[in-house]
């Protein structure tokens, strides 16, 4: 099956398999009408692959620990969660430079990005 080519910025495709929304400026995704940073897009594509590859390792042992109740790994695999969201750009102080806070969390329809969200058709 030939590959679909990534959305433009900003494009409006579904959730349900398909990539989330991309704000039009490319600072959040949004999923279930909440906006979400993304990673830092300066970073090279090596090191962002191997910090998201991090990141999985690291939800993968928090649900390991979860699963065999022990408190003391799922505190370390939250600290290394934690530690890659922050080196990914996705916590932490924010990798633009314009001032703009950050809207993690908040509902699309209560942002600045109200009004580019109520076009994709999403309740």
Known sequence: MPRKAPPESGAAVRSG??????????????????????????????????????????????????????????RRARRRVQAAKVALGERGPVWWG???????RRLARDSPYADWHATLGDP
């Open 17 to 74: 398999g398909g990539t989330p929304p991309v704000t039009p400026d490319g600072r959040y995704i949004v999923v279930r009408g909440r906006l979400w940073r993304r990673a830092d897009p300066r970073l090279d594509d090596a090191t962002r692959e191997r910090l998201t590859h991090e990141l999985m390792q690291a939800r993968r042992d928090v649900g390991r620990a979860l699963a065999e109740n022990d408190a003391a790994a799922q």
């Open 98 to 104: 314009d001032g703009s806070p950050d809207l993690t």
